[in-house]
């Protein structure tokens, strides 16, 4: 069976409710500056165009966590490949996810970044797939709840493929 794909929230879609997530950071935060963390490679859409959603001061550092190895499933494993630069401490953190699934990547992240002493630290979140939820995830923001169906596009891949898709996207026909 071959791979195809099935638009399940447009460009559109995504770009207005980005917007909305952005003054709600702004509103929830006030004036002080945001630091943005982007949680690689998978959210990089989703930070730039939140960045240019936040009005006032914002900054931009990068994570790699990961448990998954290119695969359609979680390895259950939790990896840090790639640690911030920007010094958090005192400072409005939001972590910048593409998807919440499991719930592993992001709570370890979380627990991560609670020992670096942030003003405050939340998490934003493009997509929520709370039906495959085996660990509780506190999640601020999110974009869209969606069901527990693989997903690519809009950051989201499959083996490396997919990413530059402007919308999200149902995978059928995938193999492991």
């Keep these: 069976m071959s791979e195809s794909t099935t638009v399940l929230i447009s460009e559109e879609d995504l770009q207005k409710r980005i ?22 490679k998978g959210a990089f859409p989703f930070l730039a165009d939140l960045s240019r959603a936040i009005p006032g001061e914002v900054l931009v550092d ?24 920007i010094n958090i401490e005192g400072k409005h953190v939001v972590i910048v996810e593409d998807i919440i699934d499991t719930g592993l990547t992001i709570t370890h992240l979380r627990e991560l970044l609670m020992t670096r002493k942030p003003a405050s630290l939340r998490v934003a979140a493009a997509l929520n797939k709370f039906e495959a939820r085996t660990h ?3 999640v601020e923001y999110i974009g869209f709840d969606i069901p527990n169906k693989f997903v690519v596009g809009y950051g989201l891949d499959y083996k490396e493929r997919y990413r530059q898709l402007p919308f999200v996207a149902v995978l059928e026909g995938a193999t492991e």
Excluded at 62 to 85: A, M, P, R, W
């Design 19 to 40: 917007a909305e997530i952005g003054q709600q950071i702004r509103a929830d935060i006030g004036d002080a500056p945001v630091v943005l963390l982007c949680v690689l």
């Design 62 to 85: 990068f994570v790699q966590i990961s448990s998954y190895d290119g695969e359609k499933s979680s390895t259950g494993v939790v990896k840090l490949k790639k640690d911030h630069d």
């Design 136 to 138: 509780p995830a506190q």
